[in-house]
């Protein structure tokens, strides 16, 4: 079993910059693919990034390409997404994800973008 726990969200201003972390618990995640989505209020999850453990190779929405990077700490068992320019659209409750969408899933960390 893997735990996972977001941290780093907040309420900002648009144009800022926020870095959120997961941390995973239970055994090392070094070769799980793992990402992040995230959900807004009366809307279903989207994905926003992916890191594939085998090659390093990551994958973005077409929203937060050239905003958001996806990075991971293998030696910490940490994944972190660096958010810059942050917008009002960005507003959601993001999800840390290791193992696809069957896989394991963190309880969410609020981020808040103000106009």
């Known amino acids: 079993q893997v735990q996972l726990v977001e941290s780093g969200g907040g309420l900002v201003q648009a144009g800022a910059s926020l870095r959120l972390s997961c941390a995973a618990s239970g055994r090392t995640v070094g070769r799980d693919d793992m990402g992040w989505v995230r959900q807004a209020p009366g809307k279903e999850r989207v994905f926003v990034a992916a890191?594939?453990?085998?090659?390093?190779?990551?994958t973005y929405a077409y929203s937060v390409k050239g905003r958001f990077t996806i990075s991971r700490d293998n030696t910490k068992n940490m994944l972190y997404l660096q958010m810059n320019s942050l917008q009002p659209e960005d507003t959601a409750t993001y999800y840390c994800n290791a193992q696809g969408q069957s896989g394991f899933w963190g309880q969410g960390t609020q981020v808040t973008v103000s106009s």
């Open positions: 890191r594939r453990w085998s090659d390093g190779m990551t």
